[in-house]
């Protein structure tokens, strides 16, 4: 009675997929005709045929990109998907003719196309984080500023003496200096004015000298 078989086969958008189909050449007799297709593998026949071989050559071909790269005299009758997509995924079925009634071999292969799949772990993600918000950089910047450890009087180094030592002294020193600049001006008012007098009393001697000579 008639043979049938299955299998899944994955592969990689891009890459060219061989999908499964052997037959005994003794036990055909010979090699014989074989049809691919796509669907399950109906009564007769083929549904949606893709491929035909006589067993010694290709005698149809429906698309380029379905190919048999197998030795069909060995009974090697794979099917290669070449530059595989997406849309190549499905159900091939693979029928064997075998001389008989009922006799022929059916194989159903799942076929399943995904995208090559790309690693967390490569320099993309890398660039990514370069590329997530170069404010980001500032930002953690002052964050780090923010979150250093505070230290003690005791342990900041001792870079210049301070001038005051409590708020009072500072009140002193600046209470000082305002006297000091007061009183410098009123220093300087009265030396004058002791000379203006001396001079004053020089002057009068000088002129009751004379009057006393006229006279």
């Given at each position: 009675?008639?043979?049938?078989s ?61 190919t ?20 190549d ?69 001792q ?5 005051c030592?409590s ?26 004015g ?22």
């Open positions: 009675g008639p043979t049938v299955g299998s899944v086969v994955r592969g990689n958008v891009g890459q060219n997929v061989t999908v499964p189909c052997l037959y005994s050449v003794e036990m055909t007799q010979g090699v014989t005709s074989v049809c691919w297709g796509r669907g399950s593998c109906p009564a007769s026949k083929c549904d949606q045929t893709i491929i035909w071989t006589d067993g010694w050559k290709v005698t149809e071909q429906y698309n380029r990109r379905y048999l790269q197998g030795n069909l005299l060995a009974g090697d009758v794979s099917l290669t998907v070449v530059n595989a997509e997406e849309a995924s499905g159900t091939y079925c693979c029928r064997v003719e075998v001389p008989g009634w009922f006799n022929d071999q059916r194989h159903n292969h799942k076929l399943v196309i995904e995208k090559a799949k790309i690693s967390t772990a490569s320099p993309h993600t890398y660039t990514s984080e370069q590329t997530s918000a170069q404010g980001s950089t500032s930002e953690s910047s002052f964050t780090t500023a923010r979150t250093w450890p505070s230290v003690s009087a005791s342990e900041a180094p870079t210049a003496s301070d001038p030592s708020a009072l002294d500072c009140l002193d020193v600046t209470a000082n200096l305002q006297d000091m600049s007061v009183s410098l001006p009123r220093q300087q008012y009265s030396e004058n002791l000379y203006i007098g001396i001079g004053l009393c020089a002057v009068l001697l000088a002129g009751l000298i004379l009057a006393l000579f006229l006279v």
